[in-house]
Antibody
Framework: EVQLLESGGGLEQPGGSLRLSCAASGFTFTSFAMNWVRQAPGKGLEWVSG????????YYADSVKGRFTISRDNSKNTLFLQMSSLRAEDTAVYYCAKDRSVVGPDYFDHWGLGTLVTVSS | DIQMTQSPSSLSASVGDRVTITCQAS??????LNWYQQKPGRAPKLLIYDVSNLEVGVPSRFSGTRSGTDFTFTISSLQPEDLATYYC?????????FGGGTKVEI
């Protein structure tokens, strides 16, 4: 059974940094791209970033480019999102989402439960 | 970026009704269109990929079609457990983008 468990969310001040993690199990981690998708309170879904199975292909939404860094540790089946220069508009639930392909981003066939990031002074 | 215009933003229907949601892409996206269901307080769930392919375990009352850059999602007979918000998503280009969502009330 595929399981994705996010952690690392919390309250951070504007301009601060947070590192999100997503521990994956139940599938061959290196065979699939992974993504982060966020949802601001009461709003819709916004894709944030994606990374290919090998880690060679990396993609970002314009809204986070230059501030967020996605990475993965295939030896530990873990996906990361390093978030810096945080803004109030980054406040959201951040979901880890497994891609259906090794290259990505395509469609997201499994999702974690999400971790809440709140940016406020 | 490709814009996905989803309508309506909300709808109310009765059990047994046929429900239709549409998404219009701002440019050609081939068949790279997926549909997700998000129940209140839950993570999204993939229902349909590549316009019309049902994900494993998804009931056959859900379906999808395409006409050019217009995509339609249909629930043939609404059930109480279908209370949710539904989103379309394109992956023709990066960034992948979602429609604004349709909240289905019963």
């Amino acid at each position: 059974e595929v399981q994705l468990l996010e952690s690392g969310g919390g309250l951070e001040q504007p301009g601060g940094s947070l590192r999100l993690s997503c521990a994956a199990s139940g599938f061959t981690f290196t065979s699939f791209a992974m993504n982060w998708v966020r949802q601001a309170p009461g709003k819709g879904l916004e894709w944030v970033s994606g990374i290919s199975g090998s880690g060679a292909g990396i993609y970002y939404a314009d809204s986070v480019k230059g501030r967020f860094t996605i990475s993965r540790d295939n030896s530990k089946n873990t996906l990361f999102l390093q978030m810096s220069s945080l803004r109030a508009e980054d406040t959201a639930v951040y979901y880890c989402a497994k891609d259906r392909s090794v290259v990505g981003p395509d469609y997201f066939d499994h999702w974690g439960l999400g971790t809440l990031v709140t940016v406020s002074s | 970026d490709i814009q996905m215009t989803q309508s309506p933003s909300s709808l109310s229907a009765s059990v047994g009704d046929r429900v239709t949601i549409t998404c219009q892409a701002s440019q050609h996206i081939n068949n790279y269109l997926n549909w997700y269901q998000q129940k209140p307080g839950r993570a999204p769930k993939l229902l349909i990929y590549d316009v019309s392919n049902l994900e494993v375990g998804v009931p056959s009352r859900f379906s999808g079609t395409r006409s050019g850059t217009d995509f339609t999602f249909t629930i043939s007979s609404l059930q109480p457990e279908d209370l949710a918000t539904y989103y379309c998503q394109q992956y023709e280009n990066v960034p992948v983008t979602f429609g604004g969502g349709t909240k289905v009330e019963i």
